[in-house]
């Protein structure tokens, strides 16, 4: 049978591990604690006997995230931690610091299915899906690097994580597990591309998760020119699902919009754009888009992007500016990419 990697497991799955090798029970909250505190070393696991940590290493995956580099931004202070995964996958995972706490910015995949013509992780090929304990021990990890809580997380990194619903859900769980990592659902913010089945399963599973959907367009001839998954669910079918899932939920949608010099950054986008969304509780996230090598897509000027701020608050819409972090390091939005020879560049 197959290893399990120990960060997959929740106290539930501990507990059955401790009974059937004929440990003492209270064992179980031992270890689930020291992996919900991002420690992969067993020799630190000071409360744990040797047999226990001996059997520990020959039933799981203990290392399954190993820090193979790690950058940090000379603008703003940004890290961006590159991981290998047990079997050689790269991911790539942003820390940032705000008045408020640290965030992280996690992959749910290595690489990603969707293509979006502006991203440079579409560029970078698919490896697999992340299970829930590879997105928790990001977090986790990082989290015992640095000696410090980590106050919110965003699933918006490399990846769809709507493509890899079942492994979000579980990751929620134990992420929001009082008992493990003990991290406030409203402190977890999901972004998808609009996968529109899982996002209105996602509405009935009823979390109070923050959702973002990324828009970048005002209408479907543009946005399909932009994002493939627009082929599959139009602006209507899209913005539909997004009506129900804020009258369902109660909660408020964030729909990112990324600027870009001569596409979709025009007033008569902005204007469209407020149409689109009027009557939908939402507010909107500018983002100053990013550049990456190759790409035929390049960032507004800093005149048009006030100019369609403006333009939207001027038409009573809710809209805020994202300040990019990391630029330097590739580790803003749309710069994540997968592949260590690509890092080992920067």
């Known amino acids: 049978m197959e290893k399990r990697l120990a960060?997959?497991?929740?106290?539930t799955d501990w507990e059955t591990w401790v009974r059937e090798r004929g440990y003492p029970a209270y064992r179980a909250a031992q270890i689930y604690q020291w992996f919900?505190?991002?420690?992969?070393?067993?020799?630190?696991m000071q409360n744990i006997p040797n047999p226990i940590r001996?059997?520990?290493?020959?039933?799981?995956?203990?290392?399954?995230?190993?820090?193979?580099?790690?950058?940090?931004?000379?603008i703003d202070g940004t890290k961006k931690f590159i991981f290998r995964l047990h079997d050689?996958?790269?991911?790539?995972?942003?820390?940032?610091?705000?008045?408020?706490?640290y965030s992280v910015c996690i992959s749910s995949q290595a690489g990603c299915k969707m293509g979006c013509a502006f991203c440079a992780s579409a560029h970078a090929g698919f490896g697999r899906s992340l299970t829930a304990g590879e997105m928790l021990?990001?977090?986790?990890?990082?989290?015992?690097?640095?000696?410090?809580?980590?106050?919110?997380?965003?699933?918006?990194g490399i990846g769809e994580p709507f493509d890899n619903y079942d492994n979000l859900m579980g990751?929620?769980?134990?992420?929001?597990?009082?008992?493990?990592?003990?991290l406030g659902a409203r402190h977890i913010t999901v972004s998808t591309c609009g996968l529109v089945p899982q996002m209105l399963e996602f509405m009935y599973a009823n979390l109070q998760v923050n959702l973002s959907v990324s828009l970048h367009a005002p209408n479907d001839v543009l946005r399909r020119s932009m994002m493939p998954v627009a082929n599959r669910y139009d602006l209507e079918e899209l913005l539909d699902a997004c009506r129900r899932y804020t009258v369902g939920t109660g909660r408020r949608i964030t729909f990112e919009y990324s600027l870009f010099n001569g596409i979709n950054d025009s007033v008569k986008d902005a204007k469209e754009l407020a149409v689109r969304l009027r009557g939908i509780h939402c507010h909107i996230n500018l983002i100053a888009a990013n550049e990456f090598s190759g790409s035929p897509y390049k960032r507004s000027t800093a005149d048009h992007v006030r100019t369609f701020f403006e333009t939207l608050e001027q038409l009573g819409m809710t809209v805020t500016l994202r300040r990019e972090m990391g630029s330097d390091i590739m580790a803003a939005c749309g710069q994540l990419r997968r592949g260590i020879e690509e890092t080992r560049e920067l």
């Open 171 to 182: 990751f929620i769980m134990l992420a929001n597990d009082p008992k493990g990592l003990n």
């Open 7 to 11: 960060f997959d497991l929740n106290l």
């Open 36 to 44: 919900s505190k991002g420690v992969e070393d067993t020799s630190r």
């Open 137 to 156: 021990g990001q977090i986790t990890v990082i989290q015992d690097r640095i000696g410090e809580r980590i106050h919110s997380v965003v699933v918006m």
């Open 88 to 101: 050689g996958h790269i991911i790539e995972t942003v820390l940032m610091k705000y008045r408020t706490g």
């Open 54 to 74: 001996e059997a520990l290493l020959q039933d799981f995956i203990v290392t399954g995230l190993q820090v193979e580099n790690e950058l940090k931004s000379t």
